[in-house]
């Protein structure tokens, strides 16, 4: 008996590279799905060639490497120029292409837009294969790392630490130089305090700069990243990506970066997806973090029906009266209490971030016989009122009123993130600048929604359906090169 032999090295083999991709290789999808969009609108550098200098490379070449890479968790440049020398399915997807890593990294730098049109586009084909519906959408967040860490990131706190620590150490230096009499110490001295200037004047400098912001922190290698807690207990500097769900196939329709927290994002996501798929109307599913006054009210407006979780009560302690039991009278103005008593205000708004609120109590809490049981406040129960309270209402109503509804969210939205972070390894980022992480995270989406696809309907209906937008391409392409022709000719003309 004898080992399994190979194959000789030296032999010569007539071999021809389709015969070593096999059919349901994920390197044919992407070749279709990047043969059928449209490359002219959507922004890509170096699309129309100059008559003069070296011919760069196709966009579409770059565009495949890249979702090819991305579903293989090969994400840095260097990594994709390794395998497009090593990878057999790189060979045949490329043409045999061996871009540097200065190429393949300057065309995710500079295209960040046209990624996202990618995104945007494919997201369109599926309204139009049928796999979105557009009448429940699910939003929600996800956190990842930036280039950036948590010793590059400064609040004020950390700012004014560090000059006080800076200051401590110059006083005990000038303290230790007044008592020296040896010339070799006050020179070791004297260096130490230019030394904690020059640390001094970086620290105002941050501080000139954070004040100027309007901001609450500053980071110094990616100006745009933010500390917030990324995991259950673990902070770290980074993005907050928002994403949005159709409920029908659980697609991907919209993505962008957002603040800190998700309490300013809920319009910002609801309202572009509907522009994206031209809806009337629809529902959105968002946990308690979405839960704003102005942001419900935004949607509303725009025909969109909310069913964001409620907020938790604010009470003054978790042991007091909890504000359901106290009813608004919306003709009046004016609450009812537990025991009967009216909470009247004065009608004068208090300005609060992003939206304004009125107060309401009674002088019947002085001799209130359940004063204890309500409030620890020594001028009685008090009730701040948004003004969008109403609003707020009609919201929380509906998610209680349809709770097996709303507990689709998490069957909508959520899971994706899993995917994306723990099986692609999409924890971090390896870009600068809002616009350039955004061009990662619809990178991802756009796999993520081809790779559903073939889940949905399988490889080969896929494939089927991609090809039916290639006529209107190749129609696309001819009517440009009819617009390129005209124009050659008017300038002709004109010369």
Same mark, same amino acid.
């Not at 260096?191 to 904690?196: D, E, G, R, T, V």
């Given at each position: 008996m004898n080992y399994i032999v190979g *194959? =000789? !090295? =030296? &032999?010569?083999?007539?071999?021809? %590279?389709e015969q070593l991709v096999a059919p349901d290789s994920w390197a044919r999808v992407i070749d279709l799905f990047v043969d059928i969009l449209p490359i002219d609108e959507l922004g890509f550098k170096h699309v129309k060639l100059q008559s003069e200098g070296r011919p760069p490379y196709n966009p579409v070449t770059l565009l495949k490497l890249y979702l090819y890479g991305y579903k293989h968790s090969i994400r840095s440049s260097r990594k994709l120029e390794h395998s497009c020398k090593v990878n057999v399915e790189l060979w045949w997807l490329l043409g045999g292409l061996m871009p540097s890593f200065r190429t393949i990294a300057y065309f995710r730098k500079n295209n960040a837009e046209a990624f996202r049109k990618v995104f945007r586009q494919f997201v369109l084909m599926l309204k139009d294969m049928g796999l979105i519906e557009g009448e429940t959408i699910g939003i929600d967040s996800f956190k990842i790392f930036a280039q950036n860490s948590l010793r590059n990131n400064y609040t004020q706190k950390k700012i004014d630490r560090h000059l006080e620590y800076i200051d401590k150490r110059i006083k005990d230096f000038e303290a230790a130089l007044d008592e020296t009499d040896k010339e070799e110490e006050k020179e070791l001295l004297e260096? /130490? +305090? /230019? #030394? &904690?200037q020059d640390r001094r004047k970086k620290y105002e400098t941050l501080d000139t700069e954070l004040k100027n912001s309007n901001d609450t922190q500053v980071s110094l290698t990616d100006k745009d990243s933010r500390a917030l807690m990324l995991t259950n207990n673990v902070s770290g500097v980074g993005y907050a990506v928002q994403a949005a769900s159709d409920s029908k196939h659980k697609l991907l329709v919209h993505s962008h970066i957002g603040a800190s927290t998700d309490k300013r994002e809920l319009s910002t996501a609801a309202l572009t997806v509907q522009e994206l798929l031209q809806l009337d109307s629809f529902n959105t599913l968002s946990d308690a973090g979405y839960t704003s006054g102005d942001q419900l009210q935004a949607c509303k407006y725009s025909g969109i029906c909310t069913y964001s979780s409620p907020m938790p009560s604010t009470s003054p302690n978790s042991n007091s009266i909890p504000l359901a039991e106290f009813h608004y009278i919306n003709d009046g103005d004016y609450y009812i209490c537990p025991c009967g008593e009216q909470m009247t205000t004065t009608g004068k708004w208090r300005s609060r971030p992003n939206y304004r609120s009125k107060v309401y109590k009674t002088s019947a809490c002085v001799n209130c016989s $359940?004063?204890?049981?309500?409030? &620890?406040?020594?001028?009685?129960r008090v009730i701040? !009122? @948004?003004?969008? &309270?109403? +609003? +707020?209402?009609?919201?929380?109503? !509906?998610?209680?009123? =349809? !709770?097996?509804?709303?507990? %689709?969210?998490?069957?909508? $939205? *959520?899971h994706q993130f899993g995917i994306l972070k723990r099986q692609w390894g999409f924890t971090y980022t390896l870009m600068k600048g809002k616009a350039n992480v955004l061009s990662e995270v619809n990178i991802f989406m756009t796999i993520y929604n081809l790779t559903r696809c073939i889940t949905i309907m399988g490889m080969d209906? %896929? /494939?089927?359906?991609?090809?039916?937008? #290639?006529? %209107?391409? @190749? #129609?696309y392409m001819s009517l440009l090169l009819i617009k390129d022709e005209m124009q050659k000719k008017e300038l002709y003309l004109v010369i």
């Open positions: *194959e =000789n !090295r =030296n &032999q010569i083999q007539m071999i021809a %590279l260096s /130490k +305090i /230019k #030394l &904690q $359940i004063r204890e049981k309500c409030t &620890q406040n020594q001028n009685g701040e !009122r @948004s003004e969008y &309270q109403d +609003i +707020i209402d009609e919201n929380n109503a !509906r998610v209680i009123g =349809n !709770r097996n509804y709303y507990k %689709l969210r998490q069957q909508i $939205i *959520e209906e %896929l /494939k089927r359906r991609l090809k039916a937008f #290639l006529p %209107l391409v @190749s #129609l």
